[in-house]
């Protein structure tokens, strides 16, 4: 059996890094447990006069945020506060596909168009590796608003 997973970034500021994630993947913030969440309305408002009505103080507010799949089908995106900064290289990295059907130039005209979109969300482009057939499709390193590195593949 398979299991479902749950991917888990530290973070200085959980509703901005969560936020860029959010459109990055094409993610959703899940509203509060049993909070209807209007359309149109930002959830991240909703969370915060949730936690405002549960007692939570408001400088542990943006202690915490998730992002979800709006299909279900992607893992569930947690992000923590933690006081320290990032300090060396990710262990783990998230590769984003953004071009996974395509090859060469295409490929890499694609990956670019995303590249642009991330660095008007606040991401930092880092470099590119051109293809290398038959065993690299080539791709963009990038990494998101707290220096997280990723890439576009």
């Known amino acids: 059996m398979s299991r479902h997973i749950q991917i888990t970034f ?3 500021d959980p509703a901005a890094l969560s936020t860029f994630w959010r459109d990055a993947l094409g993610y959703v913030h899940p509203g509060p447990p049993g909070v209807e969440v209007p359309p149109g309305v930002d959830p991240l408002v909703v969370w915060d006069q949730f936690l ?3 007692g939570v ?3 542990q507010r943006n202690s915490k945020s998730a992002i979800e799949d709006p299909e279900g089908r992607g893992p569930r995106v ?3 506060q933690v006081p ?9 990295h998230l590769d984003v596909r953004a071009a996974p ?4 130039d295409e490929r890499m005209a ?3 168009a995303e590249c642009d979109r991330l660095v ?10 051109e293809p290398a057939p038959p065993m690299s499709a080539g791709w963009i390193v990038m990494t998101d608003p707290e220096g997280n590195e990723f890439c576009l593949d």
Do not use: C, M, S, Y
Request: charged share 30%; no cysteine; hydrophobic share 45%.
């Open 52 to 54: 405002a009505r549960i």
């Open 78 to 80: 947690f992000f923590q």
């Open 120 to 129: 008007a969300l606040g991401a930092t482009r880092v470099e590119r590796f």
């Open 57 to 59: 103080p408001a400088e």
């Open 84 to 92: 320290e900064g990032k300090v060396a290289k990710n262990r783990v």
């Open 101 to 104: 059907d395509l090859q060469g």
């Open 110 to 112: 694609a990956l670019e």
């Open 10 to 12: 530290d973070a200085h």
